[in-house]
């Protein structure tokens, strides 16, 4: 069975603080993504990773980075955590071949609250 | 216009009924189709992809329509563990990226 793990399910932050979350996935997936999925929008991607060291935006990156050093572990950063950032975010993870191309499999989210 | 666009629901629906969702798509050049499964509070899991020729697992088929840009999931004898929201995602030609539409959320009760 595929596995994403994410760090943390719940984390409180205060306004201002820089925060890591972290995901890591143990089936050599090429792929990993960052949401955050908030009421009544959906599932929206931060940033995306097809390989080490590389990494694209997606469609609301601004207040995010992210950093890839292992195939296995892709980080989401908040360098200044704002009240707007309360969310919760959920990583994944997916393979470029074969059938199970383009399917995502997800970690079990970190609920973040910034204060 | 949303990329993937859903009917939020709720659906109420009681045990043993057949219930249909669609979900429409934007993007023409889409290439691969799916149906999520999220429950409460808990992360999307994969329910089914969808083929061109439509597919069934169990009590859940699937259908794409392509000339129309419409996918549907029906799911017939709904269980009370049928519960939860349901998303459509779409993958567009040459990404790897999924596009989730916001999920539309089935209740069923005894």
């Known amino acids: 069975d595929v596995k994403v793990t994410q760090s943390s399910r719940y984390l409180v932050k205060r306004t201002g603080e820089k925060v890591f979350l972290e995901c890591v996935q143990d089936m050599d997936h090429e792929n990993m993504f960052w949401y955050r999925q908030d009421p009544g929008l959906g599932l929206r991607l931060i940033y995306f990773s097809y390989d080490v060291k590389m990494k694209e935006k997606g469609d609301i990156p601004e207040g995010y980075s992210v950093s890839r050093e292992k195939k296995e572990r892709f980080s989401l950063i908040l360098e200044s955590a704002s009240t707007n950032q309360t969310s919760m975010y959920l990583c994944?993870?997916?393979?470029?071949?074969?059938?199970?191309?383009?399917?995502?499999?997800f970690g079990a989210g970190t609920r973040l609250s910034v204060l | 216009r949303k990329e993937v666009e859903q009917d939020p629901g709720p659906f109420n629906v009681p045990e043993g009924a057949t219930v249909a969702f669609n979900c429409t798509y934007s993007n023409s050049a889409s290439q691969s189709f799916f149906w999520y499964r999220q429950d409460c509070r808990k992360e999307p899991k994969l329910l089914m992809s969808v083929y061109s020729s439509g597919n069934e697992d169990g009590r859940f088929t699937a259908q794409l329509n392509r000339a129309s840009q419409y996918i549907s999931l029906l799911i017939r004898d709904s269980k009370l563990s049928d519960s939860a929201t349901y998303l459509c995602v779409v993958a567009w030609t040459y990404t790897d990226k999924l596009i989730f539409g916001t999920g539309t959320r089935l209740q069923v009760f005894p």
């Open positions: 994944a993870s997916s393979g470029i071949q074969g059938l199970a191309k383009n399917i995502q499999y």
